[in-house]
Structures are given as structure tokens and as C-alpha cells.
């Protein structure tokens, strides 16, 4: 589909992905989703077309949310999944979103966890 045709945060977030691909050598990436209600995290190898992991407020059985604490927990799993799958470096995919709030404290938390980005 030609960009003029795409909604203003789809032509976002093709543009952010496309410069990730540009810079990333390589390294797998880890995309962020967020909704009204929650947040989602994938690390995905987009070489071989596969997710090594993820993580979202779903699975919090007690604690679900969509707050900054909530955000930083799922960054933090995500993190240490995608360590125990052998994956130290990624680029952080952030989907067209602001690198602000939610999103930031899911990146902050990842980077605490372990990752490199």
C-alpha cells in the first residue's frame, strides 16, 4: 500500500521500523504495544521470522494495568526472557509511540534487566 494511503501512526511506525532496520545490523527487536488497558512486548528476530520472547499486563493475574509500575514489570520480564533465551542486544522498536511515559519506563526496566539497546 503507498504511504499517502496509510493513517498518520501507521506512516509513524513504518517509518521508525524502516530506520530500524537501516541501523540495527542485525540485532533482534523489541516492539512495544500499548493499549488503553495494557502494554505488550515482543523481542522478535525478524530474520528468521520468529518471536524469542515476550511479555504483556495479561499475564499478571493479580495486577493488571496500565501504568508506568506495570510497564516496568513487563519490561523487566520481557528482559529476562529474552536473557535466558540468549539474547543480549536488540533495538527498541517503539512502534510509532513517543518515547515518553509508558513506553519509556517499559525501556528503562529492560535496560535495568540487563539488555542492550
Known amino acids: ?5 496509510l493513517k498518520p501512526s501507521e506512516r ?5 521500523r ?3 532496520k ?4 542485525g540485532r533482534p ?3 512495544v504495544f500499548r493499549s488503553a488497558k495494557n ?3 515482543q523481542v522478535i528476530d525478524d530474520a528468521r521470522g520468529v518471536t524469542l520472547a515476550h511479555a504483556s499486563t495479561l499475564e499478571e493475574k493479580s495486577q493488571k494495568g496500565a501504568d508506568k509500575d506495570a510497564a516496568a514489570r513487563v519490561g523487566a520480564l520481557v528482559a529476562k526472557r ?3 533465551k540468549g539474547v543480549k542486544e536488540v533495538v527498541f522498536d517503539r512502534g510509532g509511540y513517543l518515547y515518553h511515559g509508558r513506553v519509556k519506563a517499559l525501556a528503562d526496566a529492560a535496560r535495568e534487566a540487563g539488555l542492550d539497546f
Do not use: H, N
Open 1 to 5: 500500500m503507498p504511504l499517502s494511503k
Open 39 to 41: 502494554i505488550y512486548a
Open 82 to 84: 529474552a536473557i535466558d
Open 29 to 31: 527487536r523489541l516492539s
Open 12 to 16: 509513524r511506525s513504518r517509518r521508525v
Open 18 to 20: 524502516l530506520r530500524l
Open 22 to 25: 537501516k541501523m540495527g545490523a
